[in-house]
């Protein structure tokens, strides 16, 4: 990138003080202004930056500006003046894009590190000093006509959760970017054996939207050696509206990470694809030297009443939503990841954490913008929290955070197993769980068929509609299904663990809510066993291509599976009276579960569907209802065309999904 030459002594002071104001005294951090203004951190224009941020309590606060991103002394120190709302201000009269900066406050007598400040828009490497660019010059080309690709309702969206690094990371995926945004912007990518990888795997599955983990700028990875392969999920927030140098081809530069970004987020909508990114507002990476923290002491975190540091994040610090200016920092951050990145929905880690009043408030700023935008996050904390449970966006709160989504942890740990327990299975391996099966093939919503005391993790319906929560089997997080299933059942063979696999997912997708699957799942993925992969290597961690093809019957099957549910809103119902009105469960043995929906539900082609999930290892004959029964999916095979016709009975493969239809 090129830069302008800056005419300023090595060192200038210029009113470090504030002119001599003292900082005005408050009771408590709660007493602090709001600052609604858009405009903290730093705005460039040609003729100068503007700079403004917000720390009340500081007795002075200086601006640090630097020709590189990463070492060197300060070419300028400058003194920022005391504005309104608890903010300070100073602006630099000259061309500074090309330079970096940071802040440092002064209190009680003493200067505290420096920091980019939490408002900082772009970086320089590992994200220690903050970047003056012109944020119009990251956009790549054809941005100004990038749209979000359709979406009626959020149940027909089917959401793949993968890891920027593990999609492209392994030689057998073809990409000229492994590990890199870019890497999910190509296309044309082949395996070794001449299956479609990367972009075009996405688009040949058939799914809506890619959850991406954390892909802001995370504190693990060095930057500068990135040639040492070192690898994170990305739980650990350093500044939470830059993208991460690590994903980008060149980390020094802070446009390129921008740039490389957005061309992934453009080339996914191309494809139809909607991109959500999980964010983690809930903590950061440390506490005291937080770029929060080293801005405005004490004031974005909740703390013990013996003054230790919350920790329901189990990270060794939790953020404290319910304030001000906190909730305005993630409200704002949300926005401008919509606006700047195009980004189509969220994934809140830890949700339970956040107070639901923002969780509200966020929802209500996101639906000005576009209301198609989604909203999901885990309905829990890792602890406990010193903000009572009854004012967060915990599970069992569901109904006061509507729409925003919520994982069922009620479905998957019913289908394999507790999370806790790593050897004991669910449905899958003939466990029982069906009350939890049930459950979650009504969305979690009320119904009169269900006895809520046999739930696995809850005893309240607690989705207002099926819309509200998330299925699926598993994700990032502890063992991968195949994994999970290896552990439980070490004896069964892989064919009985692929017609566990497909069990697994026929049940996640024709259960009503919005289907949810981990990356690599469609072509039998495995971890080796390693239960938490956060800091793995790629050895662990990174998708084998090889698989598409040695388990493309497992891809085919996933594939349809999802082309069944994007051709039947029987099973996209979009209200709890839709699914109280038409779905009826027929019969409930061990291990068995078999329900209908009835009278064309959802305006569906199907006037009646008959699904029967078999938990058994071994088969069962099952007797049908009068008339005569098209099956679509038996004996792990799946085809819209149909496999047969029936009457009377079927025989329902051991550890499989059968699913018949009048028409």
């Not at 005391?82 to 209190?107: A, C, H, N, P």
């Not at 998957?412 to 099966?437: P, Q, T």
């Amino acid at each position: 990138m090129k830069r302008t030459k800056l005419f300023l002594p090595v060192i200038l002071l210029v009113c470090l003080m504030s002119c001599g104001h003292l900082p005005k005294e408050y009771a408590t951090i709660n007493d602090y202004p709001l600052y609604e203004g858009t405009d903290l951190g730093a705005t460039y224009y040609a003729t100068h930056t503007k700079f403004r941020v917000w720390s009340p309590a500081a007795q002075a606060v200086r601006l640090n500006i630097y020709e590189h991103g990463l070492n060197g002394k300060p070419l300028a120190v400058y003194g920022m003046n005391r504005s309104e709302k608890g903010t300070w201000t100073y602006s630099v009269k000259q061309d500074l894009k090309g330079k970096f900066y940071t802040f440092q406050i002064q209190k009680n007598g003493k200067w505290l590190g420096e920091t980019p400040s939490l408002w900082c828009k772009a970086v320089g490497v590992n994200g220690n000093r903050g970047a003056i660019i012109d944020l119009k010059e990251t956009n790549p080309q054809g941005w100004e006509t990038d749209k979000r690709p359709e979406m009626k309702s959020f149940t027909d969206a089917v959401i793949y959760e993968v890891h920027m690094r593990d999609f492209t990371i392994a030689p057998n995926s073809g990409s000229s970017y492994p590990g890199k945004f870019l890497g999910l912007s190509e296309s044309g990518t082949r395996s070794p054996e001449g299956f479609k990888t990367g972009l075009d795997h996405l688009k040949e599955l058939g799914i809506t939207h890619l959850q991406i983990l954390p892909s802001y700028d995370y504190a693990s990875i060095d930057e500068t050696q990135l040639d040492k392969n070192e690898y994170n999920w990305g739980y650990d927030p350093k500044n939470y509206n830059v993208p991460e140098g690590g994903y980008s081809t060149d980390p020094y530069n802070p446009v390129t990470r921008i740039k490389e970004m957005k061309e992934m987020i453009h080339q996914l909508h191309a494809n139809g694809i909607r991109v959500i990114m999980d964010v983690v507002y809930n903590h950061t990476f440390v506490g005291e030297d937080s770029h929060l923290n080293l801005m405005v002491p004490g004031y974005f975190y909740r703390f013990n009443n013996d003054g230790s540091w919350g920790n329901s994040s189990g990270c060794g610090n939790e953020t404290a939503s319910e304030r001000l200016m906190t909730r305005q920092f993630i409200i704002e951050s949300v926005k401008h990841w919509i606006n700047e990145y195009h980004i189509d929905g969220f994934r809140f880690d830890l949700m339970g954490i956040h107070d639901i009043e923002t969780m509200n408030a966020i929802r209500q700023a996101i639906n000005e913008i576009d209301p198609t935008i989604s909203i999901h996050g885990e309905g829990w904390a890792a602890g406990g929290s010193p903000l009572p449970e009854n004012l967060r966006a915990v599970k069992q709160n569901a109904p006061q955070f509507y729409p925003i989504g919520v994982f069922s942890d009620d479905i998957r740990d019913a289908l394999r197993g507790n999370w806790m327990d790593g050897n004991k299975g669910g449905f899958l391996v003939g466990n029982g769980y069906e009350e939890s099966i049930k459950f979650g093939i009504v969305g979690a919503v009320s119904h009169p068929q269900i006895d809520l005391t046999k739930i696995v993790h809850s005893q309240t319906a607690y989705a207002k509609t099926p819309a509200q929560v998330i299925n699926y089997v598993s994700c990032h997080d502890d063992p991968c299904l195949v994994d999970k299933l290896k552990a439980t059942i070490p004896e069964a063979s892989e064919q009985e663990l692929i017609a566990m696999n497909k069990l697994a997912q026929t049940i996640v997708f024709t259960s009503q809510g919005v289907p949810f699957i981990y990356a690599g799942e469609e072509i039998f993925r495995d971890k080796k066993g390693v239960h938490n992969t956060y800091k793995s290597p790629d050895a662990v961690n990174q998708i084998n291509w090889s698989n598409k093809a040695k388990y493309h019957d497992v891809f085919n099957y996933y594939q349809q599976l999802i082309a069944l549910r994007k051709a039947h809103p029987a099973f996209r119902m979009s209200t709890a009276e839709q699914v109280n009105k038409h779905l009826t469960f027929r019969t409930q043995d061990k291990n068995l579960v078999s329900y209908m929906i009835q009278d064309y539900a959802n305006g569906d082609s199907w006037k009646t569907i008959l699904v029967i999930f078999n938990g058994n290892r071994q088969d069962i004959s099952y007797t049908l209802p009068a008339g005569n029964w098209t099956a679509v999916c038996e004996h792990g095979k799946l085809n819209q065309s149909g496999l047969g016709t029936y009457t009377q009975t079927i025989n329902v493969s051991a550890s499989s999904a059968t699913i018949l239809y009048q028409p």
